[in-house]
């Protein structure tokens, strides 16, 4: 157990268990619409697009050979107790698929504070 951490520090890394049970982006708080959205976005993991190369590929394939680099966006809103997951589904959808406990790399911005 870390004792010496200051407890308003924010994390650097979250579990994706930990994520999937906050705020949602426009899914907001309501379990239906965090389910529908995760669904959305875990059927869209095997959809095809273009990587930075212009390789066709699909986002599982990327996140399965690169792993997670890029921060999920938490973003800590005035009025809201608790971040929100602003930009990171994908991410967040093929970590619960792996592992629950995975710890994904997160970034906070807060508004309106």
Do not use: C
């Not at 004792?3 to 426009?26: C, E, K, S, V, Y």
């Not at 966006?73 to 005035?78: F, I, L, P």
């Not at 971040?83 to 619960?96: C, E, S, T």
Request: proline share 5%.
């Amino acid at each position: 157990m870390l004792r010496n951490l200051n407890p308003n520090q924010l994390a650097m890394f979250m579990p994706a268990h930990q994520i999937a049970a906050g705020t949602l982006g426009d899914a907001g708080d309501d379990p239906q619409m965090k389910r529908i959205t995760m669904r959305f976005k875990t059927q869209e993991l095997d959809k095809t697009w273009a990587d930075r190369d212009l390789k066709l590929t699909t986002r599982r394939q990327a996140f399965d050979e690169g792993g997670i680099k890029t921060p999920l966006e938490m973003g800590h809103y005035a009025g809201h107790e608790g971040p929100v997951l602003d930009n990171g589904h994908h991410r967040l959808a093929w970590a619960l698929q792996k592992n629950r406990n995975m710890e994904l790399p997160v970034e906070h911005t807060s508004y309106g504070h």
